[in-house]
């Protein structure tokens, strides 16, 4: 055997045009706010953002949400009104009617463009109505869709304590999690429930994931006598994590390279550069190297990632053998190209609005390790896709399904390719083992579909082109 049979195939990665359709990031207030109970959002953009996220956010917008459009006017973009007076009076108004433990500014691609000094104005009307203003310019310019999340949570990420505080007792009182994970036991029980746990330096995860997962995930690292101190965001903001200097941190989703690099150039954490947990292998890459990193020997872990996926053979002899085509708008096409390759599937390209490859490294190389176990091609990376030539490509190699949008998802239904509507990846519940069966109904739910309508002979519905 010579060396080069036994060096593994390099991922090929391309750059498009930036062509393409995804959310813009100011739809993270959607689930922040939900996630952040005590918080409020005040996207400070014009009416364009704010029909976006009225129409985005669909039914949510008729329960109230804690957010709002501070809109701009032609007087504030030509500098004639004050920019701080009229944010102050909005700012009032949201501590009158909502009194919110926080305030979140989202900057936009307006505030950019006209330079409005979001950063400046801050602390100093923080100071004046005496309620935290964190600042996040989550715009179209610069980011994709979830990228909003990571511009919260590192501007969150500076608010956290830099020291566990007198009343640390008091506060784990009202901690969400540790009520629910000790829910029932008397004090001493906790007390001896704390030697469960492994002697390792505290750990903060980070990532916004709703509540059940977030219970789910610590439960997992807890069978391995691994403690979460923390979750970055918290159910409320009052009880953001403590950071100090040598703590460990681990992200969740594959979007968060800003937060990452927050905490370890500013907080001076450390990063534990693991696979996500998404899919039943990515779980179990996740808590290996987390265990590893604090010299804990995982316990039935391999056992626990078998029993999953033996629950998960009916949905996987559906897609087994087909291709999956991703489009790319949300970042987490790489961990869910991956699970779906494990799962049986060929992916001819994964496209990707942004491709941190630090942030990803250990993702990637799973990803290119299941390639090679599975003995299928390495997909085609491709930042910045270009939608239109995109489309040409899913013509020439007759995928199976394709991943993308709202704006092409019927179009290419319409010419007989399945499409699943890629946003929904975004706010199903996709982490741990548990929910890897999520992931499989929605990927499969168009198959399943289009299987049972397939005798009705509609699977083209478009006129082909006269050939003259
Ligand atoms: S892309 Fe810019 S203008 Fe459009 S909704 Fe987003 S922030 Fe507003």
Not at 161 to 182: F, G, H, Q, Y
Not at 309 to 322: A, F, H, V
Not at 336 to 342: N, P, S
Not at 426 to 435: K, M, P, S
Request: glycine residues 6%.
């Amino acid at each position: 055997m010579t060396l080069a049979d036994t060096k593994p195939q390099a991922l090929d990665f391309e750059c498009e045009t930036g062509n393409y359709h995804t959310f813009c990031p100011i739809s993270c207030v959607a689930w922040l706010y939900q996630k952040i109970e005590d918080s409020f959002f005040l996207v400070i953009g014009t009416k364009t953002c704010g029909y976006f996220l009225q129409n985005a956010m669909g039914v949510m917008i008729f329960a109230e949400p804690r957010y709002a459009m501070a809109e701009l006017e032609e007087g504030d973009i030509s500098a004639q009104l004050n920019d701080y007076e009229e944010l102050k009076r909005l700012c009032l108004q949201i501590k009158r009617d909502r009194n919110p433990s926080v305030i979140v500014w989202i900057g936009t691609c307006t505030t950019e463009i006209i330079k409005t000094d979001l950063e400046g104005l801050a602390p100093r009307l923080e100071a004046e109505i005496d309620i935290p203003i964190v600042v996040a310019r989550a715009n179209g310019l610069d980011y994709a869709f979830t990228q909003g999340e990571d511009t919260v949570l590192a501007a969150m990420a500076h608010r956290c304590p830099d020291k566990a505080p007198v009343l640390e007792a008091e506060k784990k009182e009202r901690n969400a999690i540790s009520t629910l994970l000790n829910f029932g036991k008397h004090k001493d029980d906790v007390a001896t429930a704390d030697s469960e746990y492994h002697d390792h330096p505290p750990l903060v995860l980070f990532g916004s994931l709703p509540d059940p997962v977030v219970t789910q995930l610590t439960l997992e690292l807890k069978r391995h006598g691994i403690k979460v101190s923390g979750w970055l965001p918290s159910k409320r903001f009052t009880e953001l994590p403590v950071l100090e200097e040598g703590y460990y941190v681990s992200g969740v989703n594959p979007f968060l390279s800003r937060t990452a690099t927050t905490l370890m150039r500013r907080r001076k954490c450390k990063l534990i550069g693991a696979p996500f947990p998404i899919g039943p292998d990515g779980t179990r890459a996740w808590i290996a190297k987390i265990c590893s990193v604090f010299g804990v020997e995982p316990q039935g872990l391999e056992e626990r990632e078998a029993q999953i996926w033996q629950g998960l053979e009916d949905y996987i002899q559906l897609i087994r053998g087909k291709s999956v085509f991703f489009m790319g708008d949300n970042l987490l096409e790489v961990s869910l190209a991956r699970f779906l390759i494990r799962c049986g599937m060929t992916c001819p390209e994964i496209g990707i609005p942004y491709m941190d490859k630090r942030y990803q490294a250990a993702e990637l190389q799973l990803l290119e390790q299941t390639c090679s176990e599975m003995g299928v091609p390495l997909p085609r990376i491709v930042e910045k896709p270009d939608n239109y030539n995109q489309i040409q490509r899913i013509k020439d190699l007759n995928v199976d399904l394709v991943i993308t949008g709202m704006a092409h998802a019927n179009p290419l239904e319409a010419r007989g390719i399945s499409t699943k509507w890629s946003v929904e990846f975004t706010f199903a519940q996709i982490h741990g083992f548990t929910n890897a069966r999520d992931i499989l109904e929605l990927v499969t739910r168009p198959l399943r579909r289009n299987h049972s309508l397939k005798d009705l002979g509609w699977d083209k519905l478009v006129q082909e082109a006269a050939s003259v």
